[in-house]
């Protein structure tokens, strides 16, 4: 791959992020709604306590699901500017890592997510093995699974 070629392919992968996220915190605002929408709807029966119940239920559930929209809007906002369009000799935010088991991209917590036919994990640049690689290069290496596993390629 090419220089040119690399960048392309991490500007991508980046892409690909901040879709799954914007997928995300989309699907949380509907959740909230739909909760909020469940709540208000509850309709007063003779068993009060079924009614103060089923709202509860539906402001809990709202609560949970805009728990979950902050973040992901930390975690897009965190995403943004992270920068790809360099070619990185060590590992860092925006650097794209092989091995002979696996590929990282360090810029979201997606975790396995597959891109053009290629199991890729995703990293956040805070998760724990991210700070295991951080600043390694090709030829290092590092215990991932209980395996020593050396870096193929850094870009």
């Known amino acids: 791959m090419t ?6 392919f991490k500007n991508h992968l980046k892409q690909f992020c901040r879709q799954q996220i914007e997928r995300r915190i989309a699907a949380a605002r509907k959740a909230i709604n739909d909760a909020q929408e ?8 003779s068993a009060g306590d079924k009614y ?11 609560d ?6 902050s973040a992901y809007i930390k975690e897009l906002s965190a995403l943004l500017p992270v920068h790809t369009g360099i070619v990185y000799d060590r590992v860092c935010s925006g ?12 810029a979201a917590g997606l975790g396995k997510q597959v891109v053009e036919d290629r199991e890729i994990v995703f990293l956040s640049p805070q998760a724990p093995l991210a700070g295991i690689l951080q600043n390694k290069k090709t ?3 590092f215990v991932f699974n209980n395996a020593a596993v050396v870096i193929d390629n850094v870009f």
Do not use: C, P, Y
Request: aromatic share 6%; glycine share 6%.
């Open 3 to 8: 220089a040119a070629e690399q960048i392309a």
């Open 38 to 45: 469940s709540a208000n709807s509850e309709e007063k029966s």
């Open 52 to 62: 103060e119940t089923g709202r509860a239920m539906g402001h809990l559930q709202k």
């Open 64 to 69: 949970m699901h805009a728990r979950q929209l």
């Open 95 to 106: 650097a794209f890592v092989t091995t002979a088991q696996t590929s990282f991209f360090i």
């Open 139 to 141: 030829g290092d290496s």
